[in-house]
């Protein structure tokens, strides 16, 4: 032993060294991820200050970008004032986002949740062979099922509908992926087996067993589908100015210039709420539910 141990180069038991940084370390170790976190927070704060500020201080040459002398709200009340010429009022377009929002994310969390249940605790055929297409699903952006998605939403005939919104939300490639790690790791077949025994039936496992075990996988894939229902646009497929998001009244306040930076800050700073409020209730689930995508059963 004693010769193998010469041979390895290892240490003995009383002679292991503990690798770890000193103090000097440690200090800019956290002052890095510091000055990243302030330095990620800038577009967010000048966005806020902007907001606040009066005309004349947007036109003042050099520009102050993270400070306003003279607060105002001017910028938030002139808002229905600026789209008064598109004959739809505010809050139809709040109204709009927030029902795509909340109604899509309901949607693809569910569906996800269920998918991803066949496909990791039942025995349907060929279950290996469609995971491998919904991996390579995640290999498409949005620019590239932009003219698939409109023939469909053609054959369809429900262009200029809300299901425009809604019908991506049934097929996420990323949720089922998400879901599907998830139940891998930390759902055991073994508590399947024993609520079949005890007369469960598959919805009552469902509903019962699985959702309270998946809640931060749950709460994760409903942050990052909010946060992309929430700033989605027409991308022609939406004609009727009564169907029509946020961001699409953002896009039209810009187009005034300079003098309409305010308000646009103003649009942006009201969108930013909601996915805020929603990443705060559940950034205690993202970490865990990122972590285990990784893990296989």
């Not at 180069?9 to 940084?21: M, W």
């Not at 709009?96 to 969390?109: D, E, K, P, R, Y």
């Not at 049934?170 to 998830?182: D, E, W």
Request: charged share 10%; with cysteine; glycine share 6%.
């Amino acid at each position: 032993m004693k010769k193998l141990r010469k041979l390895l180069h290892l240490p003995r038991g009383n002679e292991a060294k503990r690798y770890t940084r000193n103090k000097f370390g440690n200090v800019m170790y956290f002052v890095v991820l510091f000055a990243a976190g302030i330095f990620s927070l800038l577009p967010m704060i000048y966005c806020v200050v902007t907001s606040f500020k009066p005309l004349d201080e947007l036109l003042v040459f050099p520009p102050t970008l993270f400070t306003v002398k003279r607060p105002t709200i001017a910028n938030f009340l002139a808002l229905p004032d600026l789209i008064s010429s598109l004959s739809v009022p505010l809050s139809r377009y709040v109204f709009n986002s927030v029902f795509i929002a909340v109604v899509g994310t309901v949607l693809c969390v569910l569906f996800s949740a269920m998918s991803a249940f066949v496909l990791s605790k039942t025995d349907i055929k060929h279950k290996g062979l469609i995971f491998t297409v919904i991996q390579f699903a995640l290999l498409f952006n949005s620019y590239t099922l932009a003219i698939p998605q409109y023939i469909i939403y053609s054959t369809l005939g429900v262009i200029n509908t809300y299901f425009v919104y809604l019908l991506p939300t049934l097929a996420s490639s990323m949720g089922v992926f998400l879901m599907k790690q998830y139940m891998d790791g930390y759902v055991p077949d073994a508590l399947i087996e024993a609520a079949h025994i005890d007369g469960a039936d598959w919805f009552q496992i469902f509903g019962k067993i699985i959702l309270p075990i998946i809640k931060p996988c749950v709460l994760t894939l409903t942050l990052f589908t909010f946060l992309g229902l929430w700033n989605v646009g027409s991308a022609g497929t939406i004609f009727s100015e009564q169907l029509k998001t946020l961001p699409t009244v953002m896009s039209t306040i810009a187009t005034g210039g300079l003098a309409r930076t305010g308000s646009s800050m103003a649009v942006s700073v009201i969108m930013m709420i909601p996915p805020i409020l929603v990443y705060l209730i559940s950034q205690s689930s993202i970490k865990e539910t990122m972590g285990s995508a990784g893990i296989k059963g």
